[in-house]
């Protein structure tokens, strides 16, 4: 069994609800969308066995890694997961919601990214929801969306600076709909991958 990585770094969470939390970030190739604001280079990646990048990753004494990508929904599966989870690590996924997210996942973030309907059919409930923001888009109806304790909005940034137009439209979203809460890109602000 093999996953092909693009990178992997140790840092802290930088947004969503594990704000400020020290995670091993697992960056896996690959993704089906193409979202015109990504900021993430995915495209490239090498080939690890399962065993390769646990030895990678034991050597920063962290317990939670996140998966993230591209899209790794691609390439991770149940057996995967309950490989990583045996070893003692516990795992949060990055997804688009575009795939069934493994079991034994123990933190989903989703951030739907187009066919919202299509998203709760394949994951009923996660821990964080969370939508990047630019001025002038419609507010996501929760209704159609998977069940969740956390709704957040992250205003979309110009790689590392802050827009301050998509912030202030966040604050003003929010304050209209209170279910909503704003999640910045705290990485980015504080100079951290
Ligand atoms: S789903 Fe995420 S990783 Fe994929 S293209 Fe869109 S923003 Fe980038």
Known sequence: MS????????????????????????RLAKCNLACSFCDTDFEHGVKMTIDEVLNDIDKFGCKWIIWTGGEPTLQLNDKIVALFKERGYKQAIETNGTKRVPN?????????????????????????LRFPIMKGDPLPDISILPKTERYL???????????????????????ENPTWALSLQTHKLIGIR
């Open 3 to 26: 996953l092909n990585v693009n990178e992997i770094f140790y840092s802290l969470q930088g947004e969503g609800g594990r704000t400020g939390q020290a995670s091993i970030f697992i």
């Open 104 to 128: 034994g996942i123990d933190y989903i973030t989703c951030s739907p990214k187009q066919n919202f309907e299509k998203v709760k059919e394949l994951i009923p409930e996660v821990d964080e």
């Open 153 to 175: 909005l992250s205003p979309i940034f110009d790689d590392s600076v802050i827009i301050q137009e998509n912030v202030d439209y966040c604050i003003s979203l929010i304050k």
